[in-house]
């Protein structure tokens, strides 16, 4: 039983470009949320998906989109990328709405 | 403002030893508590989850205890071993969404 996968592991971009991260949920999850954890930080909620919508959106601004797919997997985009960018992007998947999320192993994104 | 604070930011004990974190939050309305560990570059791995109702929750080694009223949790961990060497991250959902308001964590070291 997989659990929740990422990729890519590491990814460097510069200021200006597009990124996109995807992720697998746990099987039998239907709920993908996205986090941005800075270093030595807590991650931040950025959006939550559930049956294709975005469900919650946290404080990010629209260059921070998703989308999640018939099978339940996942994007998160970033334009514009900035160099406060810089983070491990962590993925958590759900059953529903409010069960325990379980957390993938993240990407971490390197904006130079 | 819904805020979780996590004490100490680091903390530093001998193979062997007991310690104990502490995490206070102001998040209202409160749904549950739960406790993370994040080993380094990778994703939290949950250890615990309290509700409203529920003083306290053991996973092994860890224990979790919850004062609602106080808006206080603690995690317990007795007779560490070096794998418990990680962030823990105290995360409080303010309701029966997912929307979920992490701490920014104890670094926790152990030293044989």
């Known amino acids: 039983d997989a659990g929740v996968t990422q990729s890519p592991t590491h990814l460097i971009k510069t200021r200006g470009q597009q990124v996109t991260l995807r992720c697998s949920p746990k099987?039998?999850?239907?709920?993908v949320s996205w986090y941005q954890q800075a270093l030595g930080q807590g991650p931040q909620f950025i959006f939550q998906?559930?049956?294709?919508?975005?469900?919650q959106r946290g404080n990010f601004p629209d260059r921070f989109s998703g989308h999640q797919f018939p099978n339940y997997s996942s994007e998160l985009n970033v334009n514009a990328l900035l160099l406060g960018d810089s983070a491990l992007y962590l993925c958590?998947?759900?059953?529903?709405?409010?069960?325990?999320?379980?957390f993938g192993p993240g990407t971490r994104l390197t904006v130079l | 403002k819904n805020q979780v604070e996590q004490s100490p930011q680091s903390l530093i004990i001998l193979e062997g030893k007991n310690c104990t974190l502490q995490?206070?939050?102001?998040?209202?309305?409160?749904?549950?508590l739960r406790w993370y560990k994040q080993d380094t570059g990778r994703g939290p791995v949950s250890l615990t989850i309290?509700?409203?109702?529920?003083n306290t929750k053991s996973n092994g080694r860890y224990t979790a205890t919850l004062d609602a009223d106080t808006k206080q949790s603690s995690l317990h961990i007795t007779a560490s071993q070096l794998s418990d060497s990680a962030s823990y991250i105290c995360?409080?959902?303010?309701?029966?969404?997912?929307?979920?308001?992490f701490g920014t964590g104890t670094r926790l070291q152990v030293f044989p």
């Open positions: 958590a998947s759900s059953l529903g709405l409010g069960d325990t999320q379980y």
């Open positions: 099987s039998g999850h239907d709920t």
């Open positions: 998906y559930y049956e294709e919508e975005e469900r």
């Open positions: 995490c206070n939050y102001t998040v209202s309305p409160f749904s549950n």
């Open positions: 309290m509700t409203f109702s529920e």
């Open positions: 995360v409080v959902s303010g309701d029966n969404t997912d929307k979920l308001i």
